[in-house]
């Protein structure tokens, strides 16, 4: 069985995030990978997980390329 795709509003909740926050790191490029359906945005759980993944850090001191 196929996971649920969350909505916008949900992959923020999954994240800690606002909704507007997410919905600016689509257009800037800069967020998580997203599926468009339509008119319709989706996020798999996966992907927002490892997105959040990706920006682990052990100190503010530790800078990476962004991505």
């Known amino acids: 069985m196929q996971e649920r795709l969350l909505r916008p509003?949900?992959?923020a909740e999954f994240l800690g995030l606002g909704h507007s926050t997410l919905a600016?790191?689509?257009v800037s490029g800069g967020g998580p990978t997203?599926?468009?359906l339509g008119?319709?945005?989706?996020?798999?759980?996966?992907?927002?997980q490892r997105w959040a993944d990706?920006?682990?850090?052990r100190s503010?001191?530790?800078?990476?390329?962004?991505?």
């Open 54 to 57: 990706e920006r682990s850090r």
């Open 9 to 11: 509003n949900e992959a």
């Open 24 to 26: 600016k790191l689509r």
């Open 39 to 48: 008119r319709s945005v989706r996020y798999s759980r996966g992907d927002l």
């Open 34 to 36: 997203f599926r468009k």
């Open 60 to 67: 503010t001191s530790d800078v990476r390329p962004a991505r």
